[in-house]
């Protein structure tokens, strides 16, 4: 069964440090990974996504994240956060096998991020 | 319309009492799917549609719940004989179909039963 872990319930840190949110998953194919992210009072949206070609992905904001397929990770990065980024963002996978179409998305529990001005 | 469109935004209900969920997709969206959402945790998958067809139910918890969305567009997730731990964040998301496709969400219904 695919299932996703994160690994920090809850971050805090500075505006301007760097961010490194990790993702790992479990699931024996082919995978599409995804990082959204939810504001206070919003819904999810969609930060960034992979699906295939290179492995470092540019999102949203500043945001970006690598899928290493030996380590069944794909770990999100911003070099500077911002107060505006404090939020709840989620990794998801979901396993490609519904004949082309999207299937559902496996959530991970989620990691906080609170941003000190 | 322009973005997916749950309602109601909150639903307090009565343990005991069935209640409606409603999701209207964006407009041409193929695909449409329901997620619960319990506090601390993220988003469970519960069911998902290609059109009118149920593609998936799997992660319905139980008989009480059920889901359907009969033209293929709006779609609602009936909850039967509620219980307390129904209470929680119900999300309705819906992408165009096929590969490499988003899921864009809607704002969620938040159930508490009481």
């Known amino acids: 069964a695919q299932s996703v872990s994160q690994h920090n319930h809850h971050v805090i840190l500075s505006e301007a440090a760097s961010l490194e949110l990790g993702c790992n998953y479990s699931?024996?194919?082919?995978?599409?990974l995804f990082w959204y992210v939810q504001y206070p009072g919003q819904h999810l949206q969609l930060l960034l996504k992979y699906f295939s070609g290179d492995p470092l992905v540019k999102g949203i904001k500043g945001f970006e994240a690598e899928f290493i397929k030996s380590k069944f990770s794909f770990n999100l990065r911003k070099p500077s956060v911002q107060w505006s980024d404090t939020a709840e963002y989620f990794c998801a996978v979901n396993g490609y096998n519904y004949g082309g179409s999207q299937g559902n998305l496996i959530f991970g529990k989620g990691t906080k991020l609170s941003v000190k001005p | 319309g322009a973005g997916v469109s749950q309602s109601p935004r909150y639903k307090v209900t009565k343990r005991g009492q069935d209640v409606a969920l409603r999701c209207d997709p964006i407009s041409g969206h193929v695909s449409l799917y329901w997620y619960r959402q319990a506090l601390g945790q993220g988003p469970e998958f519960l069911t998902y549609?290609?059109?009118?067809?149920?593609?998936?139910k799997s992660g319905l918890p139980n008989d009480r719940f059920s889901a359907e969305r009969p033209e293929g567009s709006i779609s609602t997730l009936t909850i039967q004989r509620t219980e307390q731990r129904d209470s929680a964040m119900y999300r309705c998301?819906?992408?165009?179909?096929?590969?490499?496709?988003?899921?864009?969400f809607g704002q969620g219904t938040r159930l508490t039963v009481v």
């Open positions: 699931y024996g194919g082919t995978v599409n």
């Open positions: 998301a819906s992408s165009l179909g096929g590969g490499e496709t988003e899921a864009f």
């Open positions: 549609f290609n059109y009118e067809a149920q593609q998936d």
